[in-house]
């Protein structure tokens, strides 16, 4: 059985500073893919990124960078200089079944409260 | 702009009394998918359409349905609502490829059992 952990349940930080976000899964395929969504308090789960199990590049945009070490199943996700706006639960999620129609396992979610 | 509409955003039913939400989608995704999420909970897999064939999770409660008339359009039925049915209720939708499907997510129902 497939599980998502993310154990920080609530982060609060000052504006302006970096943050990281953890995220620890469980899975027993070889092939499988990773997500990170943010819910802003309007409710919608934006997509953030997508990373398949056989792709160990770490991936920056913007301010956003993703961290994936298979060794440790982890995915963390790290907001650098966060603002105000980044507040918001994240959740990591993960899908297995080869990218088939399966729905996705999610995480608990970290909500970041940015202060400014 | 291509988009998951969920409507409605706010739906109030009383105890028992079957209620159904919508969800359409201009993506022309050959997978919807109905999530529930609970407050302050993880969203939790209902059930979904690969096309035209149902996939239910073993964990659904039989009171929980959906029906997808087209590609488009896609429906959650709760027959009889409970009080431990108020949650907000995500649609998602995704095209299955090779390299993994992200799913798109609509701005959510959330329902209240009064």
């Known amino acids: 059985a497939q599980k998502v952990t993310q154990a920080q349940t609530e982060i609060s930080v000052v504006e302006k500073e970096d943050v990281t976000l953890d995220c620890v899964y469980e899975?027993?395929?070889?092939?499988?893919?990773l997500f990170w969504y943010k819910q802003p308090p309007s409710g919608e789960l934006v997509f953030l990124i997508r990373?398949?199990?056989?792709?160990?590049q770490n991936e920056i945009s913007g301010r956003y960078s993703w961290n994936f070490q298979k060794s440790t199943s982890s995915f963390n996700f790290t907001i650098t200089a966060s603002q105000v706006v980044d507040s918001a639960v994240y959740f990591c999620?993960?899908?297995?079944?080869?990218?088939?129609?399966?729905?996705?396992?999610f995480g608990k979610g970290t909500h970041l409260i940015i202060q400014p | 702009d291509a988009m998951v509409i969920q409507n409605p955003r706010y739906q109030v039913t009383q105890f028992g009394k079957p209620v159904t939400l919508s969800c359409s989608q201009t993506?022309?995704?050959?997978?919807m998918y109905w999530y529930q999420q609970k407050s302050s909970q993880a969203p939790k897999l209902l059930f979904h359409?690969?096309?035209?064939?149902?996939?239910n999770e073993a964990d659904t409660p039989d009171n929980f349905q959906s029906r997808r008339p087209n590609t488009s359009f896609c429906f959650l039925d709760i027959r009889s609502p409970g009080l431990g049915d108020a949650a907000m209720y995500l649609c998602?939708?995704?095209?299955?490829?090779?390299?993994?499907?992200?799913?798109?997510f609509g701005p959510g129902t959330r329902l209240t059992v009064l």
């Open positions: 998602a939708t995704s095209r299955v490829r090779r390299g993994g499907n992200e799913q798109f």
């Open positions: 359409y690969y096309d035209k064939d149902f996939n």
């Open positions: 990373r398949n199990s056989f792709d160990e």
């Open positions: 999620a993960l899908s297995e079944a080869g990218g088939g129609a399966d729905g996705l396992t």
């Open positions: 899975t027993r395929d070889t092939t499988y893919y």
């Open positions: 993506l022309n995704h050959n997978v």
